[in-house]
Structures are given as C-alpha cells and as structure tokens.
C-alpha cells in the first residue's frame, strides 16, 4: 500500500521535475542559436552609449592626436561632470529648453485636439482641409527654417500682414531681439508639429465607440461632459503616447531653430541641442561633450519610464 | 409612464423611403415589439422615438406632449444598445452612476439609487467590478439598470439579443420579462426575431419595407394574419398559400387549385366573404395545423425535416409547394402521396391580387 503511494508520488514528482527542465533545454539552445543576433543588437545600442560613457571621463578631444580608445591617458576623474554642475551656460540652455518644451508641447496638443474634434465630424471641404492641414508635417526641418527666417525678416510678411492690420508700417526685428526671436522659435515648432498631435489624436477619436456617446447623450451628458467622461478617458492611452513623442523630441529641437537664430541673438535661444552643438563644432571638447549627452539622456529616459508607467497604468484602466 | 403616439411618421434618407406614413398607438405600459425582417424600419421607428433622427413628417406624442425638437437627452427615454453600449472604462457603479451624476445628483442620493437599483438587478456584488470584464448576461443588466436609474416613462430596446448565443437567448428572454413586470414601463422592443416577439410582447407590430403590415397580440397576428407578408413571416415555417379560383359546389364554396383538385368547402361565413373577391385568392393554412386526412389534398412527399420532437415533410413542387408540421414522425417517405386536410375553422383566405386577407363576416 505505502509502496505504491510512493511510487505514485515519486512518479508525480519526475514528471513536474521533467517538464521545466525540458523548458529549460529548449530555452537554452533557443539562446544559443540567437546569440549571434542578440551580440549584434547589443553592440549597435550598446557600443555608442559606452564609448560615450567612456570619453566623458577623459579630456580627450580629436585634436588630442590619440584614438578615442587610447582616451584613458586623458583621464579626469569626474571634472567634466564637476564642470556640467557649474556650467551657467548648460543650465540656461536646459532651462531654456523646458520652456519651450512647456509653451509648445501643451499648444500643440491643445490646438491638435481642437483639430481633431472639428475633424472628427463631416464638414463641406473636410478632405482638402485635411491635406493642407498635413502638409507642414511634411516639410523638411531645415526648409521650415529657412521658411520662418524669412517669415520673420523685419521687411517679411509677418511684418507686412501686422502693418495692414494696424494701418501703419511694422517693423519688428522679431530675430534680433531675445524675447520675440523665441517666441518665432516656438511658433515654428508649434507650425510643424501640430499636425502630428493632431494626426494621433484624431486617429484615438475616431477610435471612441459612437453608441457609447449616444448612450451618454441620452443619459443626459452634454457635450462637454461627453467630451470629459468618455472621450478623454477613451483616449487617455493615445494621449499619453503623443504627449510623451513631441516631450522627447521638442527636447531635441534643433535643425528649424538654428537655421532661424543660429541660436542667438546671443544665446537667447540656444536650446540643449544648439549648446552641444557649439561645444562639439567650436570649442572641440568631445569628452565634455560626451558628459552632456549621458546627462541629456539620463533626463529623457527618466520622462520614458515615466510616460511607460502612466501608459501601463491608463492600459489596466481603459 | 407614458403613452407612446406615432402620427402619420415619414422618414426619408435622401430618395430612400425608410419610413412610410407610420400610425401607432402604444398605449402605458405596453410592452411592444416591432417586428419586421432587417430594412423594414423597425430600427429607423426608434432612433425617431428615442429622437436620435428627427422625422422627415408627422409626430411623434408622449402621451400628451409633442417631441418635436426635443433633444434625446431631454426625452426620458431609456434605450439599450444592441451591443448594450456600456462604458467600459468605467466601473459597474460609474455605469449606473452616468445618468444621475450627469444631472448633477448629490453623492448620498446617487449612492442611494446606485444601492436600489443594483439590488433590484442583482448586480450589488459586482458594482465594483470594471465594465469591460463582464459576461453578456450582466452587461445586459448594466445596460438596463444604467437607463432604469433615469426612471424612464419608456423604456427602448434594440435588438438587445441578437449578439447572444441560442442557448442563452432564451434565459435572458425570461430575464427581461421578468424586468418589464418590475418596471412596468412601456417597452418597445425592436426585434427581427418572431420567437422573441411573440415570448415577450402584448403586440406585436409587424413591420416590412417601411410599412406597418399589421398590429395584434402575438395570437391575433399568428392566427389571423392581416396579409400575405405577414402569413409568411409569421410563423416557422410560415403560413402554406396555395393559388387557386373560388368555385361553387353542391356542398358549398370551395377553391379550384388546379391539378391539386378543390379543397374542402369553407365555413359560411368565409364563404360569404371570399364570394366578394373577384379573381384569384390563396388558400392559406398553417403547417402546424395540417392532419392527415381521408379526404382532401393529395400531395407527393419531396422532403422530410426530422427535427427532434417534430416532423416538416415538405408536399408537392412549384407554386403549390405546402409544408406540413407534425408532432411526432408519422412515418412518410420521399415518394409516398400523402392526404392532408387542414380543419375547416383554420383555413385562412387571401386576395391573390392585393395580398390582404378575406376576413369572414
């Protein structure tokens, strides 16, 4: 009696012992064959961010006459992380940054979800209005640029148009002066990049259940509070992916603003980008340069993790 | 409460007529089927109640007080969706919860009511669970509860069962019987299903390309359809209609059916109506009423249905084709001629050229 419990337990036992090892092999070998690919991976995103990693604890620049790999004879300890701390310059680029980022990202997404509702319903012209409306997503960078310096000249046409309005001549040196030079900065960015926001955001709309609405209405919902407890709920998961793309690359802006001020006048609009820029291009200090760029993605990955959480949190809610 | 009043309901999509000159009566209280097969208005007829479309002409009353330009939020109408339309970002409370908060109901009394209506569906241990989680049978309650909170004079429902499996149809067509006799509200229940209509409905209205072909209790509309669509669509299988000539006999009138002889004589007063119609008629008969016979239509057996508990043994080809029901299997083969005869009383009489019954006396 107790013999044949025992083999039946020692049985039961064999088999839940087999079946992960099993798992285990398997797992093993599939490991193995992806090794070459997972190497591969690894080195493209991996490489860039520890040499990197690597120079900016050195004062090695390309003038040093010594490959990068040989940078260690130009160890500093941590000075370039030391001077980052003190850099003025770095600070108020990084703050110059946010703001940008906290007048353009917040309008963008404010004026893309105004788009999105009047485009969500049929209007005479919708098709046309569509293209159009999607046509400075589609313009080069650099040629937005140029497109805006030329806008903003003080004999340009924004000038020109604000004359008539007034009924007198307008000469605003919009470039020339620190406060209007990055308010025409922004006004650039927020040109181009409404139209992705609205773009992903009339894509959530359209995706929010039309009986649901219905059922709202009757239930005595105005519109308001349709748009408030359906729509935007609805569309939480959307929002926070297009509000986390334009964080992460209105942070990065660059080519449009440069092209516009070259980041002056002084440094009225030098943004994180246009600063390492300069750094990189003028002063040749690549291992300080390095220092930044960590820093600078370190700050971006922290906004990543944090939009992924909300995101994984707006996901078990919807 | 409310009774519900249809005037003269046009409704034109463009060149398309949805709806032609609707009348209906729907009186407090009722529960109401519109039944018709898919495109026959039913589903236009309640968005224009519920005033999600606005009619092209006529009225639309709730008992005393014309619709017309009242929004659908201020109707006070409930309506379930046909995939219930319920939130699902949204707790079973919040649902329940929408309509009252929306017009801006106090906490304690919207917790009070939430509370009432809950226990009354049964839906007080799951209030906390998230919406888009739940089997169909409840989300059916949530959708109910959530317009019954609203205590709405009238209650609409759009096919709320046509996304539900056979099996559990049935359940829930007893479930929402048993909701109507609590809330005793008038329902009007768009269906294309006859089953559900003639399970739940005090009548019927039986709908076809945007005409209302007949209204009645399901009995009255079984048993004395008002025309050919409905002698058709009634039933399953529908009504037999065979075309024949009214003729005179020694035992009284009966009708030529051409090669299938002439069937029996008709009661009097039929009789006396069906002498009225000038041309051809069809002679109609319910499958399920056919008895085999000595005497009266011999017919080749083309086709046996055995379904169980029932026989369908399809006689005769072409225009004259009849089906015949039976309760147990009466051992006909393909091949064999059976003699059935339909019982005098259940022999229904139809205009062959308007499609309108011939009504005895």
Redesign the interface.
């Known amino acids: 009696m107790s013999a044949v419990t025992a083999t039946i337990s020692e049985d039961k036992m064999g088999t839940a012992r087999a079946k992960p090892a099993q798992r285990d092999e398997g797992a093993r070998l599939g490991f193995r064959l992806t090794l070459p690919a997972q190497v591969l991976v690894l080195f493209i995103s991996a490489f860039p961010l520890l040499m990197q990693l690597y120079i900016s604890v050195t004062d090695w620049s390309p003038l040093s006459g010594i490959g990068w790999w040989n940078a260690w004879e130009m160890w500093n300890s941590f000075a370039n992380y030391t001077d980052l701390a003190a850099d003025t310059r770095f600070w108020s680029a990084l703050q110059r940054t946010a703001v940008v980022m906290l007048v353009c990202v917040p309008a963008e997404f404010l004026l893309g979800l105004a788009l999105a509702t009047l485009f969500a319903d049929d209007f005479p012209g919708k098709r046309i209005f569509y293209s159009i409306l999607l046509m400075p997503m589609m313009v080069v960078p650099a040629v937005a640029g140029y497109m805006f310096f030329m806008l903003f000249q003080s004999g340009g046409p924004v000038n020109d148009i604000l004359s008539r309005v007034v009924g007198g001549p307008v000469t605003i040196a919009w470039l020339s002066d620190p406060t209007l030079a990055l308010i025409a900065v922004m006004i650039a960015d927020i040109w181009q990049w409404t139209p992705l926001m609205f773009l992903i955001l009339l894509a959530g709309l359209v995706g929010v259940?039309e009986?649901?609405m219905?059922?709202?209405?009757?239930?005595?919902?105005?519109a308001w509070?349709r748009f408030t407890?359906?729509v935007l709920?609805?569309m939480?998961t959307i929002i926070i992916i297009a509000l986390a793309i334009r964080v992460i690359e209105n942070f990065k802006i660059f080519d449009t603003l440069y092209i516009m001020t070259g980041g002056g006048p002084g440094v009225a609009t030098e943004t994180i980008s246009v600063y390492i820029y300069k750094v990189t291009t003028q002063d040749l200090i690549w291992g300080y340069v390095a220092a930044i760029a960590l820093a600078i993605l370190i700050v971006l990955s922290i906004v990543a993790v944090y939009a992924m959480k909300r995101l994984a949190a707006a996901r078990q809610?919807? | 409460m409310s009774a519900i009043h249809l005037r003269n309901l046009v409704k034109k999509f463009g060149d398309f007529t949805a709806l032609k000159t609707m009348d209906l009566e729907i009186p407090d209280g009722e529960f109401m089927a519109l039944l018709g097969p898919s495109g026959c208005g039913k589903s236009t007829t309640m968005n224009m109640i519920?005033g999600?479309e606005e009619p092209t002409s006529g009225k639309i009353l709730f008992g005393e007080r014309d619709m017309a330009g009242v929004?659908?939020?201020?109707r006070g109408?409930?309506?379930v969706?046909?995939?219930y339309?319920?939130?699902?970002?949204?707790s079973v409370r919040q649902n329940l919860a929408?309509?009252p908060s929306?017009?801006g109901a106090g906490k304690a009394e919207i917790d009070r009511r939430v509370g009432a209506i809950a226990e009354m569906l049964q839906l007080s241990p799951l209030l906390d669970r998230k919406a888009?989680r739940l089997s169909v049978n409840i989300l059916q309650r949530v959708a109910i509860g959530?317009?019954a909170i609203?205590e709405p004079a009238i209650f609409l429902l759009d096919e709320p069962l046509s996304n539900v499996d056979a099996a559990f149809r049935a359940v829930m067509r007893t479930e929402l019987k048993q909701l109507q006799r609590q809330f005793r509200q008038t329902m009007v229940y768009v269906t294309h299903d006859q089953l559900e209509a003639m399970t739940m409905a005090d009548r019927i209205a039986v709908m076809d390309h945007g005409v209302l072909q007949q209204v009645g209790t399901p009995l009255e509309v079984y048993n004395n359809p008002a025309n050919v669509f409905v002698a058709r669509f009634i039933g399953a299988p529908g009504m037999n209609l065979i075309k024949g000539k009214p003729a005179a006999s020694d035992r009284g009138l009966v009708i030529d059916l051409g090669p299938l002889g002439v069937t029996p004589p008709l009661p009097d007063e039929l009789a006396s109506a069906v002498r009225a119609v000038r041309g051809d008629v069809l002679y109609g008969f319910r499958p399920e009423q056919v008895g085999l016979a000595e005497r009266g239509l011999s017919m080749p057996v083309t086709f046996v249905e055995r379904i169980g508990a029932r026989t369908i043994v399809h006689l005769g080809e072409g225009e004259s084709a009849v089906k015949a029901v039976f309760e147990n299997d009466v051992g006909l083969s393909i091949g064999q001629t059976a003699v059935v005869a339909p019982p005098a009383s259940s022999v229904r009489v139809f205009d062959a050229a308007t499609g309108l019954a011939v009504k005895a006396g």
């Open positions: 259940p009986d649901q219905k059922a709202a209405t009757l239930l005595g919902a105005n509070q407890t359906i709920p609805k939480k809610g919807a | 519920a999600m929004p659908m939020g201020r109408v409930g309506f969706f046909q995939n339309a319920i939130f699902t970002h949204m929408y309509g929306m017009r888009d959530r317009s609203m």
